[in-house]
């Protein structure tokens, strides 16, 4: 039962949006890092680190959360999110 517990309700909502948060702020880092690069490199090398070092499931959430809203990201994740790999689990 405590499991069940762990795994749904407002706790496990309150986890979700903490990772989501956390994948966000992540994201932003890498997006910082990259921007000095020439533009048409920028958001390719983004995308590169995030597929590189993230793992599948990392990938398949933040562009779950981030598919129909890309406009709570800044414009050079915008730009890198249609190259980010989907995630295919683990």
Excluded: C
């Amino acid at each position: 039962m405590m499991e069940d517990t762990l795994t749904t309700g407002p706790d496990a909502a309150d986890h979700h949006a903490e990772n989501l948060a956390k994948l966000r702020r992540m994201a932003g880092q890498i997006a910082d890092f990259f921007k000095a690069y020439p533009e048409e490199e920028a958001a390719a090398s983004v995308a590169d680190h995030i597929n590189q070092f993230w793992t599948g499931r990392m990938r398949g959430d933040f562009l779950a959360a981030f598919a129909t809203r890309p406009e709570d990201l800044p414009p050079l994740l915008r730009r890198a999110l249609p190259l980010i790999r989907p995630g295919r689990g683990g």
